[in-house]
């Protein structure tokens, strides 16, 4: 069974700081996607990647996929209250199904 | 391009019912997942249909059961309600289906399910 690890699963820290959180496997994926999800709203993708070691940015996100397309990370640079929300990322094989890990919940401090 | 469109929002039920939660995707995408959201559990995958066929099928009892319709409009039934399906069940929408290895979803708001 393939699962995806997020950690920390809780994180709070004050307005400008720099954070990373992390999505790992054993499992390799094809792609991975980032979403985050704000309360009673459904999650908005923020970015699909797909190349191991590849790095992409939006803006103060920085999202990175591991050499062997098993895990990835998302920094934050200079966190500012409207990045609060769930972070989720989910993974893709070809013949199977996706699946998501239980998210990493962050709250940026004015 | 409008969005994800689920119906209704919110949903009170009375355990031992069934209840019918309908998702209209993106123009175009003619893939439709569902999704159970819970605290405890995060998000967990219930189905997947493209061009009208369930591709895939997550571990759900036989009371959670969905279709898909020629426009790509899907409809989510769940029978004999009981407390613990309480949840926000999503509707997600892609151009891709699960299979190709392409995951990027455009969800839905989501329909609040709340059993008494």
């Known amino acids: 069974t393939q699962l995806l690890e997020q950690s920390p699963q809780f994180l709070s820290i004050q307005e400008g700081e720099n954070l990373t959180v992390y999505c790992n496997s054993s499992?390799?994926?094809?792609?991975l996607q980032w979403y985050r999800q704000e309360p009673g709203e459904g999650p908005v993708l923020l970015v699909t990647?797909?190349?191991?070691?590849e790095v992409k940015k939006l803006k103060r996100l920085t999202f990175q996929f591991g050499d062997a397309r098993k895990d990835s990370s998302l920094h934050i640079t200079a966190a500012q209250p409207g990045d609060t929300g769930l972070y989720l990322c989910?993974?893709?094989?070809?013949?199977?199904?996706?699946?998501f890990g239980k998210g990493t919940r962050l709250h940026i401090l004015p | 391009k409008a969005g994800v469109t689920q119906t209704p929002r919110y949903l009170i039920k009375t355990r031992g019912q069934q209840v019918t939660l309908s998702c209209s995707p993106i123009?175009?995408?003619?893939?439709v997942s569902w999704y159970q959201q819970t605290p405890g559990q995060g998000l967990q995958f219930l189905f997947e249909?493209?061009?009208?066929?369930?591709?895939n099928k997550g571990n759900f009892p036989g009371r959670f059961s969905g279709r898909q319709f020629s426009n790509s409009r899907s409809e989510m039934n769940v029978s004999t309600l009981e407390l613990g399906d309480s949840a926000l069940y999503l509707c997600?929408?892609?151009?891709?289906?699960?299979?190709?290895?392409?995951?990027?979803?455009?969800f839905g708001q989501g329909t609040r399910l709340t059993v008494v």
């Open positions: 123009s175009g995408h003619r893939s």
């Open positions: 249909y493209f061009s009208e066929t369930q591709r």
């Open positions: 997600a929408s892609s151009p891709y289906e699960s299979r190709a290895g392409r995951a990027e979803a455009f």
């Open positions: 990647v797909v190349t191991g070691g």
């Open positions: 499992s390799v994926f094809s792609s």
């Open positions: 989910a993974g893709s094989n070809r013949d199977d199904k996706i699946i």
